[in-house]
């Protein structure tokens, strides 16, 4: 009998650091807001990627279910490996701007501003994406 307790007090001790490790888990620890230099290496590492047209009516915000008649994609390895914060989410690139999207819940988890599309009409993508990040940051 007393064994019989003590395997029962033992499968609830696992199960409850199994609860309360999954608890812990929140959508900030998994998918932490890039730095203007990582959305800037996911922007130019999906440069190549298609864009697909924005939703009608209202648009995508941070937090927001992405919309079914969207599709994300998995996130390049390209990517992923200059900016491993990206390794587990999926993205969806629109003309302006790229959608980080959570995959358990498909919440959009952050918008990164494309930097390449600013700069389509020169030669180089980094003249557009050099001149784009001050645009994207706050006024004074």
């Known amino acids: 009998m007393h064994q019989l307790i003590r395997g029962g007090a033992i499968a609830v001790a696992l199960l409850g650091s199994i609860s ?4 812990q888990r ?4 998994v998918h932490p807001d890039l730095t203007a230099n990582q959305q800037q290496a996911v922007s130019q590492g999906l440069a190549s990627s298609p864009s697909q047209p924005g939703p009608s ?3 995508p915000q941070v937090g927001n279910k992405l919309p079914n ?3 994300a994609q998995s996130m390049p390895g390209n990517v992923t490996d200059q900016v491993p914060e990206t390794k587990n989410l999926l993205f969806v690139k629109l ?3 790229i959608l980080l999207i959570d995959p358990d819940n498909k919440l ?3 918008i990164v501003m494309d930097n390449t599309t600013t700069g389509s009409s020169t030669t180089g993508s ?3 994406g050099s001149t784009s990040n001050t645009a994207d940051r706050p006024s004074r």
Request: proline letters at 9%; glycine letters at 14%; zero cysteines.
């Open 20 to 23: 309360l490790a999954a608890a």
């Open 57 to 59: 009516g209202e648009q």
């Open 69 to 71: 008649s969207m599709s």
């Open 26 to 29: 929140a959508p900030g620890d």
């Open 95 to 97: 003309p302006d701007r």
């Open 108 to 110: 959009v988890t952050q």
């Open 126 to 128: 980094n003249t557009g």
